[in-house]
């Protein structure tokens, strides 16, 4: 199971505006390298994000259907196809099921205070 990666590309960094609502509903997983691309991580150009499991191996996945059963680790399980997943909200849209790698940022890239 992913618990950590690079930022999702549908939430707002401070590197990126997040991706429109309509891309991932257009979003085909079978449709080819460069559609499977759009769903991919902004910070390596859309050809991948690094990925750290729950066994504690970190792996750079080429696609974000990479959870559990090809689960998208970037959107929730909206009981459709597992692979494009929902829309996130911040604050408002969570994991699907407990196998449901639903990654999300950390706000507007705030900093840690000790």
Not at 37 to 51: F, K, L, T
Not at 64 to 75: A, E, L
Not at 77 to 96: F, H, K, M, Q, T
């Amino acid at each position: 199971m992913a618990v950590a990666a690079d930022r999702n590309p549908w939430m707002k960094s401070p590197g990126a505006e997040g991706k429109e609502a309509s891309l991932l509903q257009n979003y085909q997983p079978n449709s080819g390298k460069e559609m499977v691309n759009q769903g991919n991580a902004i910070a390596h150009q859309e050809d991948g994000q690094n990925v750290l499991y729950v066994d504690s191996h970190v792996a750079f996945e080429k696609q974000p259907f990479c959870g559990i059963n090809d689960d998208n680790i970037y959107t929730f399980w909206d009981g459709g196809d597992i692979r494009r997943g929902g829309y996130p909200v911040p604050n408002a849209s969570e994991a699907g099921d407990r196998l449901d790698s639903y990654l999300v940022n950390d706000g507007e890239g705030g900093t840690l205070e000790f």
